[in-house]
């Protein structure tokens, strides 16, 4: 998935804090029916956080990651923290 790769380059590359990644709400819906990072990758960015947010301006395999580096967050209510 090119959200999975997004999100490891994103970490590979910067100190972020957290990722914000937008999605279209149908990818909302199956990403959170399978696993996105494998076990290794969890266990190698567990003081990362993911949140995803579903957008219904984006269609179908649209996506946007942000890096994040403030300790607050403002996010919509619809955001949910994947790890």
Known sequence: MRIRAAILNLFSNIE?????????ESMF?????QSL?????????????IYIIPDKSYHNEQFT?????????SLPESAKLLY
């Open 29 to 33: 819906v199956s990403i959170f029916q």
């Open 65 to 73: 990651v942000k890096a994040e580096w403030s300790n607050i967050l």
């Open 37 to 49: 990072l494998s076990e290794q990758e969890k266990q190698k960015y567990k003081d990362k956080l």
């Open 16 to 24: 972020a804090k957290a990722a914000l990644v937008t999605v279209s």
